[in-house]
């Protein structure tokens, strides 16, 4: 199965996807300022409900991650710390499972994502896309 993740706004929205592009699941929540908080235990509530896992949402425990063959993330551009929370979670999360991750960042940027994975053109690691360079406080001398 393919997840996607989008946190570039105050909704963040969470996707499951068969190797066919077929929704199996789909997830909005308003995360806006808790969403590191509430992001791992989205997905997992996420893959528990595909799964049919019936574990303690309060203690989740991700054995379920392993039905995750590939993973797309919402470039950008958006918000500077939510795209890099997805960005984060989505790169550790392939990583761990060592599968392929991609990040687009078209209107269609699932379809394209999920198109992506099926040609093989994923990576190891997917990098956000800010627009323009982050506005941060310049050292003082």
């Known amino acids: 199965m393919i997840l996607t993740i989008r946190t570039d706004k ?3 929205e969470l996707g499951l996807y068969d190797k066919n592009g077929t929704e199996l699941a789909y997830e909005t929540w308003e995360a806006h300022r808790q969403l590191a908080e509430t992001i791992h235990l989205q997905i997992a509530k996420l893959l528990q409900f595909v799964s049919g896992d019936s574990s303690d949402l309060q203690a989740p425990s991700l054995k379920s991650i392993n039905i995750v063959t590939g993973i797309v993330v919402y470039a950008g551009p958006g918000s500077y710390t939510g ?3 997805g960005m984060s979670v989505g790169n550790a999360l392939a990583c761990s499972l060592g599968c392929q991750i991609v990040a687009t ?3 269609d940027w699932q379809k394209n994502g999920l198109e992506l994975l099926a040609a093989g053109r994923g990576g190891a690691i997917a990098l956000p896309y ?5 506005k941060t406080t310049k050292p003082r001398k």
């Open 10 to 12: 105050p909704e963040a």
């Open 83 to 85: 795209l890099r929370i």
């Open 105 to 107: 960042k078209s209107q």
């Open 130 to 134: 800010y627009e323009e360079p982050a």
